[in-house]
C-alpha cells in the first residue's frame, strides 16, 4: 500500500467519494482557507482576461471573427502569458476539490504550504505546454485574410472542430479521464510520488493529464468562437465545474456532447451560424482595403466592404 494510500485508510476515508466530500476531510478554517486561495487566484486572473480581451474586443481570435474583426497580432510570448492566465481563472475553482484531498495528505505528513503550491504548479504546468496548440492554431489562422471569411473551407472546418469536440464527450478516454478526476480521494490514494514539494509536482502533473484528456476538445471549441470570447470561456468553466464535482455531470457530458455535435452540423450546413456564435454576428465583413474606423484591413485599397449573405 501506498504511503498516501495508507494515510488515506488510517483517516478512514472513501476512495470512491465524491468531490463534495472533500470539504468534510479537513478543518473549516484550513478548507476555506484553500478555497478562498483558489478562488482568489482565479478571480484575479478573470480581471486581467477581461481587461485582456476588451482591448482586443476589435481583433479576431477565433475561426469565426475572420473577416469581421483586425488581425490579431499579438506576440507568442503575449498569448502564452493570456492562455496562463485563462487556465487559472478557468479550471482552478474546478479543481479545487482535488486539491483539498491533496491537501489532507501533505497535512497528514506534517508538511507546509510549499507542496500544496507545488500540486498546483503541476496542473498548471500541463495546461500551458498544451496551449503551444492554440498558439500554433492563431499564428495560422490570423494570417488568413477577409475573403476567407466567405470561403466554404473555413465555416466546414469550424464545424468539423465543434462535432469532434462533441464526438469526444462519449469515448472511453473522456469517461476515463472524467472518473479520476470526479474521485479526488481515490486518485490521491494511487497517485502517491512520495513527500515533499518534488512528489506533488510530479502528483501535480499527473492530475493535470487527465484533467486535460478530460477537457480539451471542449477547450478547442475557443479556436472557433475566439480564443478570447469570455462569454464561451465563462460557459465552459462552468461546464469544466458541473462535470468533476455535480453529482449528474457524468449525465451532462452527453448533453454537452450532443449540444455539440448539433451545432457543429448547423455550422457546416449554414455558415452564417459561424458569426454569430464568435460574437461577430451582424457586422461587416471587410474585403481588401476596407477600414473600420481603426485603420485598414489586409489587401489593396479602393474596394467597399460586403455584408455576408
Same mark, same amino acid.
Given at each position: 500500500?501506498?504511503? *498516501?494510500?495508507?494515510?488515506?485508510?488510517?483517516?478512514?476515508?472513501?476512495?470512491?467519494?465524491?468531490?463534495?466530500?472533500?470539504?468534510?476531510?479537513?478543518?473549516?478554517?484550513?478548507?476555506?482557507?484553500?478555497?478562498?486561495?483558489?478562488?482568489?487566484?482565479?478571480?484575479?486572473?478573470?480581471?486581467?482576461?477581461?481587461?485582456?480581451?476588451?482591448?482586443?474586443?476589435?481583433?479576431?481570435?477565433?475561426?469565426?471573427?475572420?473577416?469581421? /474583426?483586425?488581425?490579431?497580432?499579438?506576440?507568442?510570448?503575449?498569448? #502564452?502569458?493570456?492562455?496562463?492566465?485563462?487556465?487559472? @481563472?478557468?479550471?482552478?475553482?474546478?479543481?479545487?476539490?482535488?486539491?483539498? @484531498?491533496? /491537501?489532507? +495528505? +501533505?497535512?497528514?505528513?506534517?508538511?507546509?504550504? &510549499?507542496?500544496?503550491?507545488?500540486?498546483?504548479?503541476?496542473?498548471?504546468?500541463?495546461?500551458?505546454? @498544451?496551449? #503551444?496548440?492554440?498558439? *500554433?492554431?492563431?499564428?495560422?489562422?490570423?494570417?488568413?485574410?477577409?475573403?476567407?471569411?466567405?470561403?466554404?473551407?473555413?465555416?466546414? #472546418?469550424?464545424?468539423?472542430?465543434?462535432?469532434? &469536440?462533441?464526438?469526444?464527450?462519449?469515448?472511453?478516454?473522456?469517461?476515463?479521464?472524467? /472518473?479520476?478526476? /470526479?474521485?479526488?480521494?481515490?486518485?490521491?490514494?494511487?497517485?502517491?510520488?512520495?513527500?515533499?514539494?518534488?512528489?506533488?509536482?510530479?502528483?501535480?502533473?499527473?492530475?493535470?493529464?487527465?484533467?486535460?484528456?478530460?477537457?480539451?476538445?471542449?477547450?478547442?471549441?475557443?479556436?472557433?468562437?475566439? #480564443?478570447?470570447?469570455?462569454?464561451?470561456?465563462?460557459?465552459?468553466?462552468?461546464?469544466?465545474?458541473?462535470?468533476?464535482?455535480?453529482?449528474?455531470?457524468?449525465?451532462?457530458?452527453?448533453?454537452?456532447?450532443?449540444?455539440?455535435?448539433?451545432?457543429?452540423?448547423?455550422?457546416?450546413?449554414?455558415?452564417?451560424?459561424?458569426?454569430?456564435?464568435?460574437?461577430?454576428?451582424?457586422?461587416?465583413?471587410?474585403?481588401?482595403?476596407?477600414?473600420?474606423?481603426?485603420?485598414?484591413?489586409?489587401?489593396?485599397?479602393?474596394?467597399?466592404?460586403?455584408?455576408?449573405?
Amino acid at each position: 500500500m501506498s504511503t *498516501a494510500a495508507g494515510e488515506a485508510a488510517s483517516a478512514r476515508v472513501d476512495p470512491t467519494a465524491p468531490p463534495r466530500s472533500t470539504f468534510s476531510l479537513l478543518s473549516r478554517r484550513v478548507t476555506a482557507g484553500v478555497v478562498a486561495w483558489l478562488l482568489a487566484l482565479s478571480v484575479v486572473a478573470w480581471l486581467a482576461t477581461v481587461w485582456q480581451a476588451t482591448s482586443m474586443s476589435e481583433m479576431a481570435s477565433g475561426l469565426g471573427q475572420v473577416g469581421a /474583426r483586425m488581425p490579431n497580432d499579438m506576440t507568442a510570448p503575449v498569448f #502564452l502569458a493570456m492562455w496562463v492566465g485563462m487556465m487559472v @481563472a478557468m479550471m482552478l475553482p474546478a479543481v479545487a476539490p482535488m486539491v483539498l @484531498a491533496h /491537501r489532507r +495528505v +501533505v497535512l497528514h505528513r506534517g508538511e507546509g504550504r &510549499a507542496p500544496t503550491v507545488a500540486f498546483v504548479a503541476g496542473y498548471l504546468v500541463v495546461w500551458s505546454v @498544451a496551449g #503551444l496548440v492554440p498558439l *500554433a492554431c492563431f499564428l495560422a489562422f490570423r494570417e488568413l485574410t477577409a475573403e476567407a471569411a466567405h470561403s466554404r473551407w473555413l465555416p466546414t #472546418l469550424a464545424g468539423v472542430i465543434i462535432v469532434c &469536440a462533441g464526438a469526444y464527450q462519449f469515448t472511453g478516454w473522456k469517461a476515463t479521464c472524467l /472518473r479520476w478526476c /470526479r474521485s479526488p480521494i481515490g486518485f490521491v490514494m494511487t497517485h502517491d510520488f512520495g513527500a515533499g514539494s518534488r512528489g506533488a509536482m510530479r502528483a501535480g502533473l499527473a492530475h493535470g493529464g487527465l484533467c486535460l484528456g478530460c477537457c480539451w476538445a471542449l477547450m478547442s471549441v475557443l479556436i472557433v468562437v475566439g #480564443l478570447m470570447n469570455v462569454v464561451w470561456m465563462a460557459a465552459l468553466s462552468l461546464i469544466f465545474l458541473a462535470e468533476k464535482n455535480w453529482s449528474r455531470g457524468v449525465g451532462l457530458t452527453r448533453v454537452v456532447g450532443t449540444a455539440m455535435v448539433v451545432l457543429g452540423l448547423a455550422v457546416v450546413l449554414n455558415p452564417d451560424v459561424l458569426p454569430d456564435i464568435s460574437g461577430a454576428g451582424g457586422n461587416v465583413v471587410p474585403m481588401d482595403g476596407a477600414t473600420d474606423g481603426h485603420g485598414p484591413l489586409n489587401g489593396a485599397a479602393g474596394e467597399k466592404p460586403i455584408s455576408r449573405l
